[in-house]
């Protein structure tokens, strides 16, 4: 497994907002965790990406590696662990390029850099137009397409999402989960949270369904997307 | 309007002060969202650094029986003092502020004044109470121009304060560290998912900063050569008004602002009695602030919000 998560616990001013999760992702794989705002989909990334801390007893191995010793600059920069966070959080007083460019801060790899670069521009062709754009100027759509552009510069063995659906318009968010295939087919394992459950479902191979900070349901996309729970409460009956 | 040139050109040198000062507490504002009320004496530790490293380099220099030119003991004690007292920034961010990054902004803000006490008392006890002389490292020139009167010095002052923030500008926009402070300054908690790493770029941000303020207090030396330990309060407090004037966070803002309070009090002081001039001097800034209350290149963006 990839990404192993034992008992993950998380709690903001003393009140646990995770109760102690498991779940494991292998290499390649697409997996999303679906839920209601504020189960724990956004808390339960930040904890991976070490952003906010995780409580004693937690246990998050990736590729083997403890996590809990990483700090969050590390989690990507070594780990390789990306991470395109909730409203996307551009830097929007820096050009498309500056965005691109930041993301691969600590990475030495120059000639690597330079593929990774060109397979986004072959992803998302219309970045390549905006380069030399203030990234706040950017349609939502294009924001999207760089927030997760920048996220593949940055690292991609892995990438986790935090609802890359919010905000776009249909054929929009179509599109851009035809991007993420083709992300993951180039060997990017993916961890999708959505609130947007059926699209989500659809795009994933796995899904796990996330309630108060537990997971309470597990499974193939196609089988949650035939449960009568999940169907009543996330898929409009 | 001789006297008007005159005040300019003295202006100009006195903006040149706060300018350096206001961009130590605008760059740190930007990256880590606080003021480092600790700036003001971090200037008065560079002066006082500058003062051992200029009587340090004359003293070698007769030892030695040199004839070293004093241009090139202040150019030397310039660089000298600006790299040391980067350290002093560098071990102010490890030791007062690291400790302190999540904790209130309010607390954050008195370490600032503790660590300012510190400096100065601990400068006192070292040092003693006795003022100290700059060592005049240079003969004053003076030319003249039409009617106005300007000094090597005063030329110098300028010359070096606008080169010191040309070569921050090109830092901030050509480099890849200058382009993570400025993403920082706009949304600091997307910074670390960009694999940089915070506990890098706030010491340099901090080295940076000081490194100003430390030329800045020796170009004061200069114009100005009496040290005392409590020099860097009330340029340090000017400076921080600059800072906010300029915009919070803004770079350019806060050397122009720099500029402008210099201007503002030298031209306060011409037209009015000279015991008016802080009076009417900050009563314009606070008449400015009522209207531009985020500065004039201040953004009242809400990005800083939780990730």
Known sequence: ?237 | MDLFLQNIVNALQWGSFYALIALGYSMVYSILMLFNFAHGDIFMVGAYIGFGIATGLLALAAMAGLPVPGWLVLVLTIIISMFLTSFVGIFIERVGYRPLREAPRASAAITGLMIGIILETGNLALLGARRLSFPSLIDTVTFQIGSVYVTNKKIFIVAVSLSLMFGLHLFIQKTKWGMAMRAMSYDFQAVPLMGVSINKLAPLTFAIGSGLAAAAGILYGLAYPVLDPYMGILLGWKAFVAAILGGRGSILGAALAGFLLGFIEIFAAWIFPSTFRDLIAYSIILLILTFRPHGFFGQAHSTQLRL
């Open chain 1, 1 to 237: 497994m990839q990404l192993v998560i034992r008992n993950l616990q998380v709690s903001y001013d003393k009140i646990k907002v995770l109760h102690g999760i498991d779940f494991t992702i292998a290499k390649g794989e697409i997996v999303t965790i679906i839920g209601a705002n504020g189960a724990g989909k956004s808390t339960t990334l930040k904890a991976i990406s070490r952003l906010i801390p995780a409580d004693k007893g937690s246990v998050m191995e990736f590729e083997g590696k403890d996590l809990l010793t990483y700090q969050p600059d590390r989690v990507v920069s070594e780990l390789g662990i990306s991470h395109v966070p909730e409203g996307r959080r551009l830097f929007g007083n820096l050009t498309v390029l500056e965005n691109l460019q930041l993301a691969t801060f600590a990475r030495k790899d120059r000639e690597q850099i330079k593929k990774d670069m060109e397979q986004v521009f072959a992803i998302f062709p219309r970045l390549k137009e905006r380069l030399t754009q203030a990234s706040g100027t950017l349609s939502g759509g294009e924001q999207q397409m760089l927030a997760v552009g920048r996220a593949y510069m940055s690292g991609h063995k892995i990438m986790l999402l935090d609802e890359p659906s919010m905000g776009l318009a249909p054929l929009l968010m179509l599109s851009m989960f035809d991007a993420l295939r083709e992300i993951n087919k180039e060997g990017t394992t993916i961890l999708l949270v959505e609130q947007n459950a059926r699209l989500a479902l659809k795009f994933a191979q796995r899904g796990y369904v996330i309630e108060n900070g537990r997971l309470v349901l597990e499974g193939p996309s196609a089988d949650l997307l035939d449960n009568p729970d999940v169907k009543k409460a996330y898929l409009g009956g």
